[in-house]
């Protein structure tokens, strides 16, 4: 296909949209080779611009897409070669990042809280406890005197009634 003037600003008219638009077979390489043949007047200035105009485009909505289908393996349609090698690498770049995230703060957060469930408090009994239901469903039973370690969540209440003491 030639390219004139006029089909590249009616590429980029269509390129404004917010569908990312097919492109004629080797457009970029095309649209080059008119401006070359432009070379020395105004209109090569134009196309020049009008061509990097589209490109920041769909560079724009390469970007937008990764960021909205980067969970999928969906590739848009209206690719050309080097916007998809562009686009697969920014899911890769997205989907690392999440990786990260996840594994310093999400994981990592799940882990201080395992850890705070499965760290005990060593209690003395102050009284007797004939059966007591736990929050996590155990049903005990505690002699005066006695010494134990229990959940944190567990111990909380029954300290803030008087029914024990912490051990340090």
């Known amino acids: 296909m030639i390219l004139t003037y006029e089909k590249i600003r009616e590429i980029k008219q269509k390129e404004k949209g917010e569908k990312l638009q097919q492109l004629p077979p080797n457009f970029y390489e ?13 209109e090569e ?75 005990k408090v060593k209690v003395v009994f102050l009284q007797d406890i004939p059966e007591i239901l736990s929050p996590s469903g155990r049903v005990y039973s505690f002699k005066k005197g006695e010494e134990t370690e229990l959940e944190p969540d567990f111990t909380k209440i029954l300290y803030e009634v008087g029914f024990c003491k912490i051990i340090l």
């Open 30 to 42: 095309n649209a080059f080779n008119y401006i070359k043949l432009k070379k020395g007047t105004i």
């Open 45 to 119: 200035k134009s196309a020049k611009n009008l061509v990097y105009s589209i490109f920041e485009l769909r560079k724009k909505k390469i970007l937008n897409l990764a960021f909205l289908f980067y969970k999928t393996n969906n590739i848009p349609e209206n690719l050309e070669d080097l916007e998809k090698e562009l686009y697969l690498e920014l899911i890769k770049i997205i989907r690392k990042y999440d990786h990260s995230f996840e594994q310093n703060y999400i994981n990592k957060e799940t882990k201080l809280e395992e850890e705070r469930k499965n760290t």
